[in-house]
Structures are given as structure tokens and as C-alpha cells.
């Protein structure tokens, strides 16, 4: 993907987290990018604590194209992806990752908000781990404030869920 498209899809999937948190949900959002990088194949918010944007949409995608097509693919995801959502893109075969922001930059939004207890497990160290080179591209600073700035005030409110 050129950093265009690249800049582009970030703020599509910031677009899908803005969505999931205006139904009530963690303001997480992925799109898979087909193989030309332009061509957005699925989209995901946030559902749930168990079911992120990430890995529901690698489950998804796992469903619905092969393997070999998949590894062609980009899974593009407004955060880097915890340990669970790393491990189901590798099993899925998704074969490059791009996230906006860092995964301490969450930490610094939610700090110990009992609903989003981050793992320092960098994803690049999940995928480091398997069989598979998974192509990482992340944090891009041209839209990292964007992908926080959704998160602003966010985990401080009552009630978040």
C-alpha cells in the first residue's frame, strides 16, 4: 500500500470507530484492505471485550476468501492489535497489519480502566513468534492524533462499555 492509501484506510477505520462507539461500544475499528490497496473488502467495530474490531473481522475473513487471497490482503485497524487480535490475523493469514497508534498510546487514554486492561505485548513480537512473516506497518504518525483524538474523554465517562 502507498502511504496514501495507507492514510486513507486509517481514517476509514476511524470512521467504523466512531460508528461502534456511537452504539455504546469501545471506539475500535479495522477494515480489510483487498490486494490493490484501495479496495475495502469488510469493516468491523468494536462488539464487545472479547470480540474487537480485529479479530471478529479476521474470523470474518477467514470465513469468506482463501487463505492464499488473504495473505495478499491488509488487515488496517485504528490500534495496534492486542495478543488475541495479532493471533487471529496469523491464523487467519492475513499477510500485512497496518494500525494508526501504539498500543502505550492507549494505555495512556484508558490507564487502568477495568474494561480495556491493555497487554504490553507488541504485535510485532506476537507475530515474531509464529511460522509466518506478517508484514507490520504502525504507528503512522500522520494520523496517530487522529486515532487517539476519538478516544479522548471516551474511557474517563461513566459507564463506558
Given at each position: 500500500m502507498t502511504p496514501e492509501q495507507i492514510t486513507k484506510a486509517l481514517?476509514?477505520?476511524?470512521?467504523?470507530?466512531?460508528?461502534?462507539?456511537?452504539?455504546?461500544?469501545?471506539?475500535?475499528?479495522?477494515?480489510?484492505?483487498?490486494?490493490?490497496?484501495?479496495?475495502?473488502?469488510?469493516?468491523q467495530g468494536n462488539i464487545d471485550t472479547v470480540q474487537h474490531?480485529?479479530?471478529?473481522?479476521?474470523?470474518?475473513?477467514?470465513?469468506?476468501?482463501?487463505?492464499?487471497?488473504?495473505?495478499?490482503?491488509?488487515?488496517?485497524?485504528?490500534f495496534e492489535p492486542c495478543a488475541m487480535c495479532a493471533g487471529t490475523a496469523y491464523w487467519a493469514n492475513i499477510g500485512r497489519v497496518v494500525y494508526g497508534a501504539e498500543e502505550s498510546a492507549l494505555l495512556a487514554l484508558t490507564g487502568d480502566h477495568p474494561e480495556n486492561p491493555t497487554l504490553s505485548l507488541p504485535c510485532r513480537e506476537v507475530f515474531a513468534r509464529g511460522q509466518k512473516r506478517i508484514e507490520v506497518i504502525g504507528p503512522v504518525p500522520?494520523?496517530?492524533?487522529?486515532?487517539?483524538?476519538?478516544?479522548?474523554?471516551?474511557?474517563?465517562?461513566?459507564?463506558?462499555?
Open positions: 481514517r476509514r477505520a476511524d470512521t467504523v470507530a466512531r460508528r461502534a462507539m456511537a452504539m455504546g461500544r469501545h471506539p475500535f475499528g479495522a477494515v480489510l484492505v483487498a490486494p490493490d490497496g484501495e479496495t475495502v473488502l469488510a469493516e474490531a480485529e479479530a471478529t473481522l479476521a474470523r470474518t475473513a477467514a470465513q469468506n476468501w482463501p487463505a492464499d487471497y488473504l495473505w495478499q490482503c491488509t488487515l488496517v485497524t485504528t500522520e494520523v496517530a492524533d487522529e486515532m487517539t483524538a476519538t478516544h479522548r474523554g471516551f474511557w474517563a465517562r461513566d459507564g463506558a462499555s
